[in-house]
């Protein structure tokens, strides 16, 4: 025979509340059976049984507050085994066994004065203050018993069953449920409302919804899309079937830079433009003087674009990337393209993207810049022939006119299929980026 006791669910804890039995006496449970649900104040917590064996007696009532290490139930070794050396259930006062000889019977719990009215209600217990919530009961009319005033689950219950029936309408059309139960039964698709509850006062407890739910019938695994294999299943052609090249080149941004903020500082801050816009604006305009990476790889052949349509990267808050088109791109100035790069971040972020700016990008540019990133080596996305990447624009050491100075530097990368084009191609587009980036006036 043994008892099954408290435990200590953290280390601050000194108390718990037994919010549910998942056994009955007579139940054989094994060592790691889950058999009771506790309440610690800071979460609901599923106890295990540390022994096996048949269980004997439960010595304390769902919603008792009991210490760390007091007896909550008799376990013994077979059905029905004797109740010698089992604690009784007086015993819950204390958690100490009780004294065989013991005369002198050990006080009562002296009676708290109820919560003083207009005072913060003291509520420790997520659980009291959810259920309150759901039955309406307002917690500063609650007189609490618990340590220093605090109320517990059972002064909740106590003052909703004692309350006029005038007083609590809601109970009487809400099923009591505990909240175990209640999660199996959404576990298992049952309206715990349909169930007789075979706890006190009618609670429908986690037993009852494990009787009554039927066994449910094998199902398929549900497909659902997943980015992350439609993502791997492109890049792993785009490695398989295109010849990559890759170049790079620092830029140096001074000009650009100077130019912005004198930019920014005629307009709105709504209308205010960032460097990725205008190093958009630039990779757009220099795809106009180097058509040849601008387009598509298709039956065998490059077949060039008319416009550019540009795609962009975006990373998504829950993690995976987007490539929402900016079609026309070179239709944009560049606060057009600033109000259309704000737009699409912002619905791609959103999941409110349609289904036109999802396709039929001529080109694709990845900035990983705000994530401390120096040089991308991107990964073409099939059919287009070519990436665009840029890093982090940092201040480095640059030499103007043979002195060296600090100034704000960006790696520009470009990632070409060679099947379209060829590395004097690709040092043309990157040619041009550092042109256009000198002359920022001409990116308006």
């Known amino acids: 025979m043994g008892e099954f006791r408290m435990p200590a669910l953290g280390a601050d804890m000194e108390e718990g509340t037994v919010l549910e039995w998942l056994v009955a006496p007579g139940d054989t449970v094994r060592r ?125 219950d106590r003052t909703v069953l004692h309350a006029p029936e005038t007083r609590r309408p809601r109970l009487a059309d809400r099923a009591r449920v505990s909240p175990y139960a209640r999660k199996l039964a959404a576990l298992r698709g049952v309206d715990p409302s349909t169930l007789t509850g075979s706890g006190p006062g009618g609670l429908v407890r986690a037993r009852d919804v494990l009787d009554s739910a039927a066994p449910r019938a ?115 100035g560049l606060d057009a393209l600033m109000a259309r790069l704000w737009d699409l971040t912002a619905r791609a972020r959103g999941g409110h993207l349609r289904s036109s700016e999802m396709s039929g990008a001529t080109v694709t540019v990845t900035n990983l810049g705000d994530l401390g990133v120096d040089v991308v080596t991107g990964v073409i996305h099939p059919p287009q022939i070519a990436l665009v990447g840029f890093g982090t624009t940092r201040p480095r050491p640059w030499a103007i006119e043979g002195q060296v100075t600090v100034r704000p530097v960006v790696d520009a990368s470009l990632a070409a299929d060679h099947r379209a084009s060829d590395g004097t191609t690709g040092a043309r587009l990157l040619r041009e980026l550092d042109h256009l980036l000198h002359k920022p006036e001409e990116l308006r």
């Open 218 to 332: 094998p199902q398929e695994p549900r497909r659902s899309a997943d980015p992350r294999a439609v993502t791997a299943a492109l890049m792993a052609r785009s490695n398989r079937e295109i010849p990559h090249y890759y170049l790079s080149t620092q830029i140096e941004l001074g000009p650009a830079a100077d130019w912005l903020r004198a930019h920014n500082r005629e307009v709105p801050v709504a209308e205010r433009v960032l460097p990725a816009a205008l190093l958009l604006r630039a990779v757009v305009l220099a795809l106009g003087k180097v058509p040849e990476l601008n387009g598509h790889w298709l039956d065998g052949g490059f077949r060039p674009a008319e416009a550019v349509h540009l795609g962009v990267a975006v990373s998504l808050r829950g993690g995976g990337l987007a490539a929402p088109v900016v079609r026309d791109a070179g239709t944009l």
């Open 32 to 156: 790691g059976d889950v058999i009771a649900v506790v309440d610690t104040d800071k979460a609901v917590i599923d106890v295990e049984c540390f022994e096996s064996g048949v269980v004997d007696r439960l010595l304390v009532e769902p919603g008792t507050r009991v210490p760390v290490g007091a007896a909550l139930a008799v376990i013994g070794r077979r059905a029905g085994s004797g109740v010698s050396g089992g604690p009784s259930p007086d015993d819950l006062v204390t958690g100490t066994p009780r004294a065989t000889t013991a005369p002198e019977p050990p006080p009562g719990p002296v009676p708290r004065p109820p919560t003083p009215r207009g005072t913060p209600p003291p509520v420790r217990s997520p659980i009291v203050r959810h259920r309150a919530a759901e039955l309406g009961v307002d917690l500063t009319t609650v007189p609490g018993t618990g340590p220093e005033g605090m109320i517990t689950r059972t002064d909740l």
